[in-house]
Structure formats: structure tokens, C-alpha cells
């Protein structure tokens, strides 16, 4: 039998938050959403508060001013996200990455390894984690994804931090439809009409009711439930269709070198996530969004696909100046990396200069490893500015 784990960090954005800044610990934190609209992420302090989930800055700040609120900072929790999914590659060779704060783990077979059973393993990595990471976790352990799911929800409410179900029966008995991992409030109201009101009503439907009325998506989900393995832990990451990077000024501006050194920092941001995942690119794109919103975009195909931050900066200098325009006030720039390739993939051309390529691949590396050691953004790409 597969015995699968699901790893979900505890409040992530604010964790991340308290790791960098450990004087947030124990104190009720909020995490804001791009432009400090609304919470998006809570402590367990400003949860027992009463800050809920999704409430606008504008009114948590006045119902709750005893509260810290911090803008968020996404290139930090998906730093972190990476550390975390890397250790957990460590500890198993089968980890599929969920979300950026959720991982799924097969332990199947792990327990002779480590000489743990697999409550202990789960309690292991979550030390490991803790210990090395600095971020809190809930694991929840059982036969199959969705079942670990469940069990991860009844973990964060445990002291533990992790739990296990072996009792499948009497988790799905003690289970609401609406707590069943993939099911939203339509599919609730739909259940409910035809009486199923528990994951064990759930099951013991058959399969050719479930397939008629949800598809095949619920027939998966109820062999599941009943701890059969229909979706296996897969290694496999699906590359990204494009990298896109993208921000509000933080002010009004015409001016075209304040944008190039805005969109300068974009431009090394994707060019090392483009890197990270291992491909390049076959077209650049520039985007220029006015103040009243109105969007200006050009880009230019490449016949030989990059990943060097010098030459995506040249020609995306180019694209900037085509469709910039003086008279115009500008609120954001982005840059788009669009048809990635892989390098397993990449194909390799006739007349293609070989040694420049081979220096821009080491240049790059160069990059990637100083930040690596020094930080992000240790490395500062400049442009020649106009006469």
C-alpha cells in the first residue's frame, strides 16, 4: 500500500515574514496582497484576533489596529517555497510541488530508510524543516492525495503538527461533504440535494451515478476516499508557458530612464527564474501600461532562444524605446519571456557560435552563483544611458 504525505506550510507568507524578521514571532501579523489591498495571509495571533481571511486593509487597519501589517513580498516566499521543496527532494526521491506552499510526498517504502515508522518519519520532516528552514508545517499522512489532504487539515488543528489516518471508515463518517478536498460550494449544494452530506455518503454511491452527475473527476474521487491509489506522486514539473514580471511604479512617471532601471530589475528577475527551470527563450516581450490603465506591448521573435540577461536586456531596450512615448504617464512596465524551450530540448544550429555561447552560459552561471552565496540581487545589470 502507498503511504503518501502532504506538507502544507503553516500560514506561509506571514512565516516567511517572521523568519526574515523574528521580532514578528508571536505577534499578530497580517500579510497584505499586492498594493495592500486585502489580508491574504494570517498569524494564529491575528486569527484568534478575529482578522478574517480576505478582509481589506482599510478595514482590518480600523476594526483591528493592534495588528502588524506587512506588504508582501513574493519573490521572498517563492525563495523560501524552493529551500523547502529542495529539502524535501532530499529526504525522497518522489515529490510533487502543489503550490508554493504545498508539497506532496511519497513515503512508500521510506520507513526502512530511516528506521522510523510513518508517524515518526512525518515528525522527522517536520523537525528537519523547522530546524533548517526556520518555517512551521502541518503534515497530514495516509493511502492516497486526497486522503492526505484531509489529514492535513485535521493536522493544523493538532498540537502535533501531524496526522494520520488509519481509520479510513471513521474519518470518512466524521467527514462534511464540503470538507473533501476539490469540492467547492457548487458541487456541495449539489450533493447535498441528493443526500450525501458526508464523505462516507459520498462512497457509497456507485460509479455510475457519480460519473453521470460530476464526470469522472468524482468516480476518482470516491476510490480515493476509499484509499485507493488514483493519482500517484508524480516528479515531473510542468514548465511554465512564460515568465512574467511585472509592477506598479511607485509613482506616476514619463521618464525613460527611471523605466529602464525598473524594467532592468524585471529583466534579471525572470532571466534567473528562466534559468532556475532550465530553458530559454524564443521571444521577448515589453509591456508599457499608462496611468489610465491603457496597455502598450511589442516583441520580437528570436531564431536562436536565450537565457543571457545581456541580450534579453538589448533587445528589450529596443522593444521599450519603440513603444514608449514622452508625452505619455506610465504607471508600470513588464517583461514577458514567452515559447520557453528546454535545454534537454534545445536544438543546436549549423552556424551557431559556439564559443560566445559557451561564454554567456558561464557568465550567467557566474550570476546565479553569486547570488546564490551573497543573495538576490547582488548582481546589479546596468545600461548605457542616451546621449
Known amino acids: 500500500m502507498s503511504v503518501i504525505a502532504l506538507i502544507d506550510c503553516d500560514s506561509f507568507f506571514v512565516s516567511c515574514e517572521q523568519k526574515v524578521n523574528p521580532e514578528l ?24 484576533m478575529g482578522v478574517r481571511m480576505g478582509q481589506p486593509y482599510f478595514l482590518a487597519k480600523n476594526e483591528f489596529p493592534e495588528a502588524i501589517y506587512v506588504s508582501c513580498h513574493h ?17 525522497s526521491p518522489k515529490v510533487q510541488v502543489y503550490s508554493v506552499d504545498e508539497a ?11 528506521k522510523k515508522n510513518y ?40 498540537d ?6 488509519t481509520n479510513i471508515q471513521k474519518e470518512l463518517e466524521n467527514t462534511k461533504i464540503e470538507e473533501i478536498w476539490g469540492i467547492g460550494k457548487k458541487l456541495t449544494v449539489l450533493f447535498k440535494k441528493a443526500g450525501i452530506l458526508t464523505a462516507s455518503d459520498l462512497v457509497a454511491k456507485d460509479d455510475i451515478w457519480l460519473d453521470k452527475t460530476v464526470g469522472i473527476h468524482g468516480v476518482e474521487m470516491k476510490h480515493e476516499l476509499l484509499g485507493e491509489l488514483v493519482s ?39 532571466c534567473r527564474k528562466l534559468r532556475k527551470i532550465d530553458c530559454k527563450s524564443a521571444v521577448i516581450g ?11 506591448y511589442d516583441k520580437q521573435i528570436l531564431t536562436t532562444p536565450t537565457s543571457f540577461e545581456l541580450e534579453i536586456s538589448d533587445i528589450a531596450f529596443s522593444l521599450l524605446e519603440k513603444i514608449y512615448n514622452p508625452l505619455i504617464v506610465y504607471r508600470s512596465c513588464g517583461i514577458i519571456l514567452d515559447n520557453l524551450k528546454s535545454n534537454s530540448e534545445e536544438q543546436l544550429f549549423l552556424f551557431a557560435n559556439n564559443e560566445i ?14 547570488e546564490s552565496k551573497f543573495g538576490k540581487d547582488i548582481i546589479q545589470i546596468g545600461f548605457i544611458k542616451g546621449p
Open 25 to 48: 514571532k508571536g505577534k499578530p501579523v497580517c500579510v497584505l496582497s499586492n498594493k495592500d489591498g486585502c489580508v491574504i495571509s494570517r498569524s494564529k495571533e491575528a486569527k484568534k
Open 75 to 91: 519573490d521572498l516566499y517563492a525563495q523560501i517555497s524552493e529551500e523547502i521543496m529542495g529539502l524535501l527532494r532530499d529526504l
Open 104 to 114: 506532496f510526498v511519497d513515503l512508500t517504502g521510506l520507513r526502512r530508510l530511516y
Open 119 to 158: 508517524l515518526e518519519l512525518a515528525k522527522f520532516i517536520r523537525e528537519q524543516i523547522k530546524e533548517k528552514i526556520d518555517i512551521p508545517v502541518s503534515i497530514g499522512i495516509s493511502s492516497t492525495k486526497t486522503l492526505a489532504k484531509l489529514a492535513s487539515d485535521k493536522a493544523k488543528k493538532s
Open 160 to 165: 502535533l503538527g501531524v496526522y494520520l489516518i
Open 232 to 270: 500517484p506522486v508524480i516528479n515531473e514539473e510542468k514548465l511554465p508557458k512564460s515568465i512574467q514580471k511585472t509592477s506598479a511604479f511607485g509613482i506616476f512617471t514619463s521618464d525613460l530612464e527611471f523605466i529602464k532601471n525598473q524594467l532592468n530589475y524585471h529583466i534579471h528577475s525572470a
Open 286 to 296: 515589453v509591456m508599457l501600461r499608462t496611468k489610465d490603465f491603457r496597455i502598450y
Open 357 to 370: 555561447d559557451n561564454k554567456k552560459e558561464k557568465l550567467s552561471k557566474c550570476f546565479d552563483k553569486l
